[in-house]
């Protein structure tokens, strides 16, 4: 099994839904983190999570949210979609130093109509 | 904020052939660390080899090197003998110096010829 997961890994909605994306993790770590592709911009971090008390905004977090409901589960919620929220969405955990490697989820395609 | 430059969106090298891809990065910080992560038509991120900045040995990962020119700023990636299953997208990423946050170049699209 994977130790890292993200479902739904396609998701097609409409402007002004609500949108779910929800991550497991079997590592046991701690750090778990959000980011968003875009072709040709690279990866860019949404939201991260240090522990289970600990949530930080990253660089792109306006119209998203996060919940952190356990250690191995960090779920992002986009509360409204717009049609520019259509991207690549890839779930991260990493242990206790960032040296340690962070390891991806296989993506959620999301396209906001 | 640091930021991390790769020059190159695009290139292509022939099998068996030796290709470097591109990073510069800038920051502030004297001890911070550099990752190349590779991205296949999977789409699944592949961390393919990191370096830490206080160290002058430039990092190795079987046919993966890195030249780590601290003063420069610059990380570029050395793929030697290289196969079809290299072509990729390859990301540089940086650290911000001790932030525990990455910051990801653009990409480089690599293909590989047979």
Redesign the interface.
């Known amino acids: 099994d994977a130790d890292v997961t993200q479902t739904p890994r396609n998701r097609i909605t409409k402007t002004g839904k609500r949108i779910m994306l929800e991550c497991s993790q079997t590592k046991g770590h701690d750090?778990m983190?959000w980011y968003r592709q875009d072709p040709?911009?690279?990866?860019?971090?949404i939201y991260?999570s240090?522990d289970v008390k600990d949530i930080n905004k990253?660089e792109i977090s306006d119209g998203y949210s996060v919940s952190r409901q356990a250690q191995a589960k960090f779920s992002l919620s986009l509360e409204s979609a717009i049609p520019n929220q259509t991207a690549?969405y890839?779930c991260?955990t990493s242990g206790s130093?960032?040296?340690d490697?962070?390891y991806?989820g296989?993506?959620t395609r999301l396209t906001v109509l | 904020a640091q930021t991390?430059t790769q020059s190159q969106?695009e290139m292509s090298v022939q099998e068996a052939e030796t290709v470097t891809l591109s990073c510069t990065y800038d920051t502030s910080e004297s001890d911070y660390?550099l990752f190349w992560y590779k991205q296949p038509p999977?789409?699944?991120?592949?961390?393919v080899i990191?370096q830490?900045a206080y160290k002058q040995q430039n990092a190795t990962e079987n046919r993966f090197s890195v030249n780590f020119q601290k003063a420069a700023k610059s990380f570029s990636l050395k793929i030697s003998d290289s196969q079809l299953g290299d072509a990729a997208m390859y990301?540089c990423?940086s650290?911000q110096g001790g932030s525990?946050?990455?910051?990801?170049?653009?990409?480089t699209k690599l293909t590989v010829n047979p």
Do not use: H, N, W
Request: no cysteine.
């Open positions: 750090r983190y040709g911009l690279g990866l860019r971090l991260y240090f990253g690549l890839f991260a130093s960032l040296i490697t962070q991806f296989p993506g | 991390v969106p660390y999977s789409r699944q991120m592949i961390l990191r830490e990301f990423a650290d525990e946050k990455l910051v990801f170049g653009k990409g």
